[in-house]
């Protein structure tokens, strides 16, 4: 499966590349892998901390004059003469551009624009260890799941599809240190 999506990855133009134990811990010096363990590795790949980034974009915006309005749940939005209207449950917002970045509820609010935003949402796991010693210096993906280490030492596991989540799980996500 992970050989499979690195070759549908390679022919969209990512330089992706399948790993033995030996190649990723090359590239990734505090990483351990199991003797027969595979990583897909994409060169251009990086990550970074959603909130922390959001929260430094939004106080960028705020010294260029921008004036953040929250809470405010946006319930529709509607094109009006030079610019645009949000109607939100603290009442109408109106301003010059507007840009949807609300996850899997993005599609509803385009379409109460009057434009489609087809998104394809799958259910999956995002689990944070404790802060750990340098460990990642790239994201890596096994099948199924990706790793990514935070600049705070978290590692990020993401898990697609995974079973549901519960204490069994997170024990199962967390493994053995050479897991």
Known sequence: TL???VRRMRERGTEMHLLDAGSATAIQPGLTLAPGTEVAWAVQDGAIDGAATTRLLLERAQA???RLQFPARVQGISARAGGVRL????GTITADRVII???TG???LAESAGFALPQKTKAGIIALSAPL???LQT???GPDVHLLQRGDGRVVIGEKDGPPAGPAHAERLA????D
């Open 3 to 5: 050989a499979a999506e």
């Open 64 to 66: 260029l004059g921008a």
């Open 87 to 90: 109607e939100t449950d603290t």
């Open 101 to 103: 970045a609300a996850g």
């Open 106 to 108: 993005a599609s509803a």
């Open 133 to 135: 010693p340098p460990v």
């Open 139 to 141: 994201v890596l993906y």
């Open 175 to 178: 493994g053995e240190p050479n």
